[in-house]
């Protein structure tokens, strides 16, 4: 029975392993997955799809209009016999059958600009549904980032407990031994229960960075989410030198938005083409075939109907011909929509000026900013070393008995302070070299 019970114990275990066990995400799996998952990227595919079918659809409009129609009449009293026009008083049926195409020969080029519209309009949706990713991603990273800088500030927090604990420890035997006096076990508990309330807080403040990258990447079913310990190498410092022209005009050859907005331009260029190719003549060629069956007509020999296959041979009409329309007046409505088209491509290129700008007005803030940031880590990580010997050393006078454990935890604050104000400018200057590299044309996440 013990072995029994030793095998299903064992084979429950087998089965909890894969629940228990989490998936350990890196950067690019957190983009990836956040983009196939995300449901404002499925519109934008939908939107793709549909510029696409636009696209065709102006293609085909090339090809000739080919359209057939069948009819049944039944006639009663009074009426128009539709075989030989007499006014009879019979009741009768007939049948009709029209088969016509058409085909645009001339339309002021409306057509093949329309072609090149379409095209242009769906190449930009396709830019506007890549932009979206990209922006996508750069929501996720700043998430991934946030999660590395709570790490950090929760790995200072718990150390700072340690600290606090092994001081506590030392207070409470110098008690125990009668060396102090109460109020220093009273302090020394002081400071140890506000570095576990900062340990607390650092905790929830990681989970909330946590939900909010399950949120971006639309993770289910999960409360919290890991990371790959290789993901992020906060002591990485790129020491190159860029400048705001270099960056933005490398830019300007990639990015998806400032790519839309140039086909957009093209665009209205074309739509403004169609709109003057409606002030043209239009030349169309035309041909059709009709005929019909009708009760009424009898054969006069027999005076029987006519059988309806001989009906549907004699009966058949076929024409065709050549259909020109000259514009002439149409309430102005033709300069209108040229007017109309005008401003639209005048609001297109300005779209595109503002785009621009404010990539450029982007990019160099990035510059200054990483400046500034390389400076700012430089003087951060002088003045933590300096805090650090600083609290080492009243470390030590505290356990001599040469200073309180109010200086002590004063030399405590301004290390912590020290390391946070580090990492934070350690992963604002990651952050800041991760979106200048990608404006640079340089490699920062794969998306599939």
Not at 57 to 65: E, F
Not at 201 to 208: D, F, G, K, S, V
Not at 397 to 423: F, G
Request: contains cysteine; aromatic residues 8%; hydrophobic residues 40%.
């Amino acid at each position: 029975m013990n072995i029994k019970i030793k095998h299903i114990l064992f084979l429950l275990l087998l089965v909890s392993l894969p629940s228990s066990a989490q998936q350990s995400w890196s950067l690019d799996e957190c983009i990836n997955y956040a983009i196939t998952h995300n449901l404002e990227l499925k519109n934008q595919e939908y939107t793709v799809a549909s510029s696409k079918e636009t696209h065709k659809q102006a293609v085909r409009n090339l090809l000739p209009s080919i359209n057939g129609s069948a009819s049944y009449d039944v006639r009663y009293g009074r009426s128009v016999d539709p075989n030989n026009n007499n006014i009879i008083d019979t009741d009768f049926f007939s049948n009709n059958y029209n088969l016509n195409s058409s085909l645009d020969i001339f339309r002021g080029f409306q057509r093949i600009n329309s072609i090149k519209a379409t095209k242009y309009i769906y190449k930009a949706v396709q830019e506007d549904a890549q932009q979206q990713k990209y922006l996508l991603a750069f929501r996720v990273m700043s998430a991934f980032y946030d999660i590395r800088f709570f790490q950090g500030a929760l790995k200072i927090a718990k150390e700072q407990v340690s600290i606090s604990d092994t001081n506590y420890s030392f207070v409470k035997k110098q008690l125990e031994l009668g060396l102090i006096a109460q109020a220093d076990m009273y302090e020394a508990e002081s400071v140890l229960l506000t570095d576990k309330l900062a340990v607390t807080q650092a905790e929830n403040q990681l989970a909330a960075a946590k939900l909010n990258l399950i949120q971006e990447m639309n993770l289910e079913n999960v409360s919290t989410i890991t990371l790959k310990a290789d993901a992020l190498d906060l002591k990485k410092v790129a020491d190159t030198t860029l400048q705001t022209n270099t960056v933005y005009s490398k830019a300007q050859t990639f990015l998806p938005s400032i790519k839309a907005g140039q086909l957009k331009v093209k665009a209205a260029q074309k739509q403004v083409a169609i709109a003057k190719g409606g002030l043209y003549p239009s030349l169309s060629l035309f041909a059709g075939y009709g005929t019909g069956y009708y009760e009424t007509n009898v054969d006069d020999i027999t005076n029987e109907i006519i059988s309806f296959k001989n009906q549907i041979r004699d009966n058949a009409s076929r024409s065709i011909g050549l259909s020109m329309n000259i514009p002439i007046s149409n309430k102005w409505s033709g300069r209108s929509e040229i007017k109309q088209q005008k401003i639209a491509l005048q609001q297109a290129e300005n779209n595109l000026k503002i785009q621009e700008q404010e990539l450029y007005k982007l990019i160099q803030q990035l510059v200054q900013e990483k400046n500034a940031l390389e400076v700012e880590n430089l003087q951060s990580l002088k003045k933590l070393k300096a805090q650090e010997l600083s609290f080492s050393i009243a470390q030590k006078k505290y356990e001599k008995e040469m200073i309180s454990a109010v200086e002590l935890y004063q030399a405590k604050v301004l290390y912590t302070t020290a390391q946070n104000e580090n990492l934070q400018v350690q992963i604002r200057l990651k952050v800041n070299q991760s979106t200048l590299d990608f404006y640079n044309g340089l490699p920062v996440f794969t998306i599939n």
